[in-house]
């Protein structure tokens, strides 16, 4: 079992913003497809960012320009910088990997999840 551990969550106001992280172990980090879901109340659980590494990263329209995703080696630590926040970015934000290199949008490709973190956005 690949033990992820996600923090940053907050509550923030419209147009604030907000980095969320995720512990993860070494090699996940190292080697391994990492992405950023999110679950809104009442929703299934989408994808918001997926990154291969240095193979690329894809953003859902939702977030693309507003999120960034970026990898700490040294750390071993998967980053979501959110900007402009929305207040429909309020959401219960997941850590995701696999056992492979590339990344896929289907939540159910990913077989490690975190505990998530909350993130509301008032208006």
């Known amino acids: 079992q690949v033990h992820l551990v996600e923090s940053g969550g907050a509550s923030v106001q419209a147009g604030g913003s907000l980095r969320l992280s995720c512990v993860a172990p070494?090699?996940?980090?190292?080697?391994?497809?990492m992405a950023w879901f999110r679950q809104a109340p009442g929703k299934g659980r989408e994808g918001g960012v997926v990154n291969e590494g240095d193979a690329g990263t894809s953003y859902a329209d939702s977030v693309q320009g507003r999120f960034t995703i970026s990898r700490d080696y040294a750390k071993n630590t998967l980053y979501l910088q959110m900007a402009r926040l929305k207040p429909e970015d309020r959401a219960l934000y997941y850590c995701?990997?696999?056992?492979?290199?590339?990344?896929?949008?289907?939540?159910?490709?990913?077989?490690?999840w975190g505990q998530g973190t909350q993130v509301t956005v008032s208006s």
């Open positions: 070494k090699n996940t980090v190292t080697w391994f497809c």
């Open positions: 995701a990997t696999t056992v492979n290199k590339r990344c896929r949008w289907d939540v159910g490709w990913y077989k490690h």
